[in-house]
């Protein structure tokens, strides 16, 4: 004879973290104005903000995010910046 099954009940699945998709510009400080753009066609990524009209773009790969073209701009500002000083 088996054993009969328990009647627990399952636990809740995680839900997954949403990352942003709007993000404070590095040049104006306005938060949630810089956007980012998948051309996952083209693979090119593109960075822009509507206030101070900067962008930045960027070769992407499949698994990349806004947020990884996002933080690549951020990287690239701080580079120029200890460069000049």
């Known amino acids: 004879m088996g054993k009969r099954k328990s009647t627990r009940p399952k636990p809740?699945?995680?839900k997954a973290m949403k990352l942003d998709k709007c993000f404070t510009?590095?040049?104006c400080n306005h938060p949630g104005t810089v956007e980012c753009d998948m051309d996952r066609k083209h693979m090119i990524g593109q960075a822009f903000c509507y206030i101070c009209k900067e962008s930045y773009s960027t070769i992407i790969n499949r698994l990349s995010e806004p947020i990884d073209v996002y933080h690549e701009w951020i990287d690239e500002c701080?580079?120029?910046n200890n460069f000049e000083a």
């Open 12 to 14: 809740p699945s995680k």
């Open 25 to 27: 510009c590095p040049f």
């Open 78 to 80: 701080e580079r120029v």
